[in-house]
């Protein structure tokens, strides 16, 4: 192969080859193509090595991984990666140095990355677009979710709104039961979503009230057995007002007014389930309400000291109560206290609040 | 002359060039072009009559496709972690390369940037949480390579901070 080929053979691969020699600089091996000449235009006169460290802070950087490579004479080739010089006239050059060893020979490439550089810029580019892009459409949908959401939480307010204004208990009562239960579902390592959901659909505990006659709901003495039953009435009015939604949050809240006066021995109403036969959510919720009754007065009895009110639970502990569920409400009692004390209000009925439409957000 | 060299670190599409851009030359543009490998580019400075030069080494965004190689970090005395505040991913992405980085070379300073300020409304990453970060000691500066706001601020500071540590 005579010099003139060799030279179009270098200047067809793009590819410096150099030695690297003994004070650091390269010995130039073989020809040097055109686009080299720009950045080093005394490669092809100059008699001593080429010192391409002092000119590119990259390769300074790559000759301290090539030093390692050529004393421990590694097999194959150490890559640089790709790194871009930009020549005098402010023209950009991808390129990529490999360092190998041969014969002996610390040897060095430099290659022009060229076409094959644009065509992985151009594929990374349209991957890359494509993920934004992804990404814009999965925080759509989250936004949009959340729209959702708001609707969601806005009807569950006014179905609550509905019947407290016709009942005795408070809005801050039913703030508690929302946020106890979501409390108590967390530590028991719900879903976030699901977590998310019981705060609200426990509000919706006593909907069934609102078909109970107001001589036994407004009653303020002890009921009699004919209008207890009257009054039990209200889990299974709650669960016809709520059943035959596909929205998972009524869905649950169905299941909570139905069961959340089930106890766990059952003994409970309306169907005496038994154990966890009672769905969870309920579960859940009967802990929480029991808890907050004891705890606050209301015009037919006065509050119980909270250290009273957990005797009285922990008599209820396997009976009325889910064991697990009481040992976790025990462990989480700090945060239901955190809750007693930011929404300790008895007085404010929730209808008062209704103009604000903001009951069910969280502290 | 001293001279010391910063990274430029973060996910893809954070404005790492832009940024970089922008304070070299003065110069933005809104078309998005992904960056492949390294490049690295200079900017003298002066910090109370002292000149600095600046060899800021603008690293491909990291992702699934292209990983930042430990070497690339060897030697800087600072970097800048970027972060675009429109999309919170890129904050983890962000924490993800400091603990490599300090990995790699140790605790050197390093300024949290939270760019892309002219597009606040869109922010996913709200103002708390980097008072939080602030507050937690991190250096944090918020920019807009587009307008230029923040930029030069952010570059001065970690450069005082490297002459510093």
Same mark, same amino acid.
């Given at each position: 192969?005579?010099?003139?080929?060799?030279?179009?053979?270098?200047?067809?691969?793009?590819?410096?080859?150099?030695?690297?020699?003994?004070?650091?600089?390269?010995?130039?091996?073989?020809?040097?193509?055109?686009?080299?000449?720009?950045?080093?235009?005394?490669? !092809?006169?100059?008699?001593?090595?080429?010192?391409?460290?002092?000119?590119?802070?990259?390769?300074?950087?790559?000759?301290?991984?090539?030093?390692?490579?050529?004393?421990?004479?590694?097999?194959?080739?150490?890559?640089?990666?790709?790194?871009?010089?930009?020549?005098?006239?402010?023209?950009?050059?991808?390129?990529?140095?490999?360092?190998?060893?041969?014969?002996?020979?610390?040897?060095?490439?430099?290659?022009?990355?060229?076409?094959?550089?644009?065509?992985?810029?151009? !594929?990374?580019?349209?991957?890359? /677009?494509?993920?934004?892009?992804?990404?814009?459409?999965? /925080?759509?949908?989250?936004?949009?979710?959340?729209?959702?959401?708001?609707?969601?939480?806005?009807?569950?307010?006014?179905?609550?709104?509905?019947?407290?204004?016709?009942?005795?208990?408070?809005?801050?009562?039913?703030?508690?039961?929302?946020?106890?239960?979501?409390?108590?579902?967390?530590?028991?390592?719900?879903?976030?979503?699901?977590?998310?959901?019981?705060?609200?659909?426990?509000?919706?505990?006593?909907?069934?009230?609102?078909?109970?006659?107001?001589?036994?709901?407004?009653?303020?003495?002890?009921?009699?057995?004919?209008?207890?039953?009257?009054?039990?009435?209200?889990?299974?009015?709650?669960?016809?007002?709520?059943?035959?939604?596909?929205?998972?949050?009524?869905?649950?809240?169905?299941?909570?007014?139905?069961?959340?006066?089930?106890?766990?021995?059952?003994?409970?109403?309306?169907?005496?389930?038994?154990?966890?036969?009672?769905?969870?959510?309920?579960?859940?919720?009967?802990?929480?309400?029991?808890?907050?009754?004891?705890?606050?007065?209301?015009?037919?009895?006065?509050?119980?000291?909270?250290?009273?009110?957990?005797?009285?639970?922990?008599?209820?502990?396997?009976?009325?109560?889910?064991?697990?569920?009481?040992?976790?409400?025990?462990?989480?009692?700090?945060?239901?206290?955190?809750?007693?004390?930011?929404?300790?209000?008895?007085?404010?009925?929730?209808?008062?609040?209704?103009?604000?439409?903001?009951?069910?957000?969280?502290? | 002359?001293?001279?010391?060299?910063?990274?430029?670190?973060?996910?893809?599409?954070?404005?790492?060039?832009?940024?970089?851009?922008?304070?070299?030359?003065?110069?933005?543009?809104?078309?998005?072009?992904?960056?492949?490998?390294?490049?690295?580019?200079?900017?003298?400075?002066?910090?109370?009559?002292?000149?600095?030069?600046?060899?800021?080494?603008?690293?491909?965004?990291?992702?699934?496709?292209?990983?930042?190689?430990?070497?690339?970090?060897?030697?800087?005395?600072?970097?800048?972690?970027?972060?675009?505040?429109?999309?919170?991913?890129?904050?983890?992405?962000?924490?993800?390369?400091?603990?490599?980085?300090?990995?790699?070379?140790?605790?050197?300073?390093?300024?949290?940037?939270?760019?892309?300020?002219?597009?606040?409304?869109?922010?996913?990453?709200?103002?708390?949480?980097?008072?939080?970060?602030?507050?937690?000691?991190?250096?944090?500066?918020?920019?807009?390579?587009?307008?230029?706001?923040?930029?030069?601020?952010?570059?001065?500071?970690?450069?005082?901070?490297?002459?510093?540590?």
């Amino acid at each position: 192969m005579n010099e003139r080929m060799l030279a179009d053979l270098f200047n067809h691969l793009e590819t410096v080859v150099m030695e690297r020699l003994d004070d650091g600089s390269f010995r130039l091996v073989g020809c040097v193509p055109n686009w080299f000449k720009r950045f080093y235009p005394e490669a !092809v006169s100059r008699k001593e090595g080429l010192r391409l460290q002092d000119n590119s802070p990259f390769l300074e950087n790559f000759c301290i991984d090539a030093e390692s490579f050529w004393v421990g004479k590694g097999a194959g080739r150490l890559k640089s990666g790709t790194f871009i010089e930009m020549d005098p006239l402010g023209d950009e050059y991808a390129m990529e140095a490999s360092a190998l060893c041969s014969r002996e020979k610390k040897i060095l490439l430099i290659e022009l990355l060229g076409t094959a550089y644009e065509d992985r810029k151009a !594929v990374l580019q349209k991957a890359r /677009e494509n993920v934004l892009f992804r990404e814009y459409l999965e /925080e759509e949908v989250c936004r949009r979710t959340a729209k959702i959401r708001l609707r969601e939480e806005e009807i569950a307010l006014r179905l609550v709104w509905a019947t407290e204004s016709r009942d005795k208990d408070t809005g801050a009562h039913i703030r508690r039961i929302g946020l106890y239960s979501e409390a108590l579902a967390k530590a028991l390592g719900w879903e976030p979503q699901q977590a998310d959901d019981i705060r609200i659909a426990a509000s919706m505990h006593d909907i069934g009230k609102i078909g109970i006659p107001d001589k036994i709901l407004s009653k303020a003495g002890k009921l009699t057995s004919e209008e207890f039953e009257i009054m039990k009435k209200h889990t299974e009015i709650g669960a016809k007002i709520l059943e035959g939604s596909d929205i998972p949050l009524l869905q649950m809240a169905k299941e909570i007014a139905l069961g959340h006066h089930e106890k766990w021995d059952g003994s409970g109403y309306p169907r005496g389930l038994t154990g966890k036969a009672i769905p969870e959510s309920a579960r859940i919720v009967a802990i929480g309400d029991v808890y907050d009754a004891l705890v606050h007065s209301r015009i037919y009895k006065p509050a119980k000291p909270e250290a009273n009110a957990l005797v009285t639970m922990t008599h209820g502990n396997g009976k009325h109560f889910d064991p697990k569920i009481f040992e976790c409400f025990l462990r989480i009692l700090p945060t239901f206290r955190i809750i007693r004390q930011e929404f300790h209000g008895t007085e404010t009925m929730l209808y008062l609040e209704r103009p604000q439409m903001t009951l069910f957000r969280r502290p | 002359m001293i001279k010391k060299k910063i990274c430029m670190l973060g996910a893809f599409a954070v404005g790492k060039t832009s940024l970089v851009k922008r304070f070299v030359k003065g110069i933005f543009s809104d078309k998005y072009l992904s960056s492949v490998g390294v490049k690295i580019d200079k900017k003298k400075v002066i910090i109370e009559q002292q000149e600095v030069d600046l060899l800021l080494w603008d690293i491909h965004g990291e992702d699934e496709f292209q990983k930042v190689q430990r070497s690339y970090l060897r030697g800087s005395s600072g970097y800048f972690l970027v972060v675009d505040g429109a999309r919170r991913a890129t904050l983890n992405t962000a924490f993800t390369l400091q603990k490599r980085t300090e990995e790699t070379i140790g605790k050197v300073p390093f300024v949290l940037i939270f760019n892309k300020w002219d597009l606040k409304d869109e922010w996913e990453i709200d103002d708390k949480t980097m008072d939080d970060l602030s507050k937690d000691g991190l250096m944090v500066v918020k920019t807009s390579a587009k307008s230029g706001q923040g930029v030069e601020e952010a570059f001065l500071t970690l450069t005082r901070e490297i002459l510093e540590a």
